[in-house]
């Protein structure tokens, strides 16, 4: 297991950017896939971005392809989402995910740990 914390959500206009970064404490982090979620009021969370263990494999939602970069530092026990190009509809809840040793996968329930989440707000 490990504990997450996001950081870096904020408040920019359309068209700006953020870094959101997950710090990760526990032995097996290493060998952790993980991925970044969004979350608005009444919907369901929703998948945004994925990396494997080895940082070797990524996925993305439609929606952020071409505009969001998910990486990771092994050293730093850290996970990033670069976030370019933000646009109104991006402003979410985002919210670090981790599952030990397994595929990147998109559906939020096979995710074993969770961080508490950041807000991000893009005003038009």
């Known amino acids: 297991q490990v504990q997450l914390v996001e950081s870096g959500g904020g408040l920019v206009q359309a068209g700006g950017s953020l870094r959101l970064s997950c710090a990760a404490s526990?032995?097996?982090?290493?060998?952790?896939?993980m991925a970044w979620f969004r979350q608005t009021p009444g919907k369901e969370r929703e998948f945004v971005a994925g990396?494997?263990?080895?940082?070797?494999?990524?996925s993305y939602a439609a929606s952020v392809k071409g505009r969001f970069t998910i990486s990771r530092d092994i050293a730093k026990n850290t996970v990033y989402l670069q976030m370019n190009d933000l646009k109104p509809e991006d402003t979410a809840v985002y919210y670090c995910?981790?599952?030990?040793?397994?595929?990147?996968?998109?559906?939020?329930?096979?995710?074993?740990?969770w961080g508490q989440g950041t807000q991000v707000t893009v005003s038009s």
């Open positions: 995910a981790g599952r030990p040793n397994l595929a990147v996968v998109t559906a939020s329930r096979w995710y074993d740990d």
């Open positions: 526990g032995r097996t982090f290493s060998t952790y896939t």
């Open positions: 990396i494997s263990w080895s940082g070797g494999y990524t």
